[in-house]
């Protein structure tokens, strides 16, 4: 596993990335270690996932659970360990327009790039679970009104997710989409859209960046990257794929050992030790044992 050179200015990357929309292909990272993974391979951003940050912190699904210090103690994880953009979910805001206006001060502080918020009532649900129910757009529009306020960074951008495609159908959550752009949005994310033909109406419907969500097992066709991209979505968003594949991975693991199958390096069940102390950057804390040895 080869180690990324650090780059500055996730912020200006970031920015850049909205500048001109190219469908950039971003996974999601429950936890440092995920992220680390991501930057390895290349990806250029990062989703900090709050699906992902409930089903691995708590074992529970994501309905709601997790709260603004469970989100700000992973994004200073994961800003620690990587030098990507990170585009963080937060859910609701945790409370009102006041506590969001608290909230994008909190996870600005702890390494976020964008701020996701969302216009369910709270405690809300996965977006590709049924039972949703979404505030009134105006209730909304203040929680953007007070995200915008309350960044330190005018870089750090704001991100509306809309999940009245859902309770309300389409034509709403594009007109939430548009209110929510002209509140001061800086990307918008109409949550599970079922067809291509909605994907291709929200691509073209709002003059701003988008963001499309696929869930491997979800209700959003899994349409090829380009695809998206010459639809004209920003980002395309796989949020919790690395955790279904490390979920199946240790699924597979333990059931072999558990059966009394190989579970060595050569049974492929498992990375590799030196692959594993790699991206935990074992070498270079074995270096720095060096360079300090002396005292």
């Known amino acids: 596993m080869t180690q990324t050179t650090r780059r500055t200015d996730p912020a200006d990357r ?14 999601g990272a429950a936890n440092a270690l995920a992220a680390r993974l991501i ?21 529970l699904p994501d309905l709601g659970f997790m709260g603004l210090t469970d989100m700000a103690a992973h994004v200073t994880a994961i800003r620690a360990a990587v030098d990507l953009p990170l585009i963080v979910d937060a859910d609701t805001g945790f409370g009102n327009a006041v506590n969001t206006w608290h909230t994008v001060r909190t996870l600005e502080a702890a390494g976020a790039n964008a701020i996701q918020l969302e216009d369910q009532v709270s405690p809300k649900r996965c977006g590709h679970f049924t039972g949703k129910a979404v505030v009134p757009t105006s209730e909304m529009v203040a929680k953007i009104h007070a995200a ?15 999940d009245a495609r859902a309770v309300e159908g389409m034509a709403a959550a594009l007109d939430r989409a548009s209110a ?8 918008l994310f109409i949550e599970a859209p079922e067809s291509v033909d909605e994907l291709r109406a929200i ?8 963001l499309v ?16 991209a010459e639809m004209g979505f920003a980002f395309v968003l796989y949020a919790n794929i ?11 693991a333990l059931t072999a050992l558990k059966e009394g199958r190989d579970v060595g390096e050569a049974s492929g069940l498992v990375a590799p030790f030196k692959v594993r102390q790699d991206v935990v950057r074992k070498p270079m804390t074995d270096a720095m044992d060096t360079k300090y040895a002396g005292g």
């Open 213 to 228: 969500n696929l869930v491997v097992g979800g209700r959003t066709p899994l349409l090829p990257q380009a695809e998206l």
């Open 39 to 59: 930057e390895d391979l290349g990806y250029e951003a990062i989703y900090v996932t709050g699906a992902g940050v409930t089903n691995t912190w708590f074992g």
């Open 180 to 187: 929510y752009r002209e509140a001061g949005a800086d990307i």
């Open 148 to 162: 915008c306020d309350g960044r330190r960074d005018p870089r750090t951008l704001i991100m509306a997710r809309t």
């Open 242 to 252: 690395a955790l279904q594949a490390a979920l199946q991975g240790m699924t597979q």
């Open 203 to 210: 691509g073209r419907h709002a003059d701003a960046p988008q």
């Open 14 to 27: 970031l920015g850049q990335m909205i500048a001109k929309p190219r469908g950039v292909l971003m996974p």
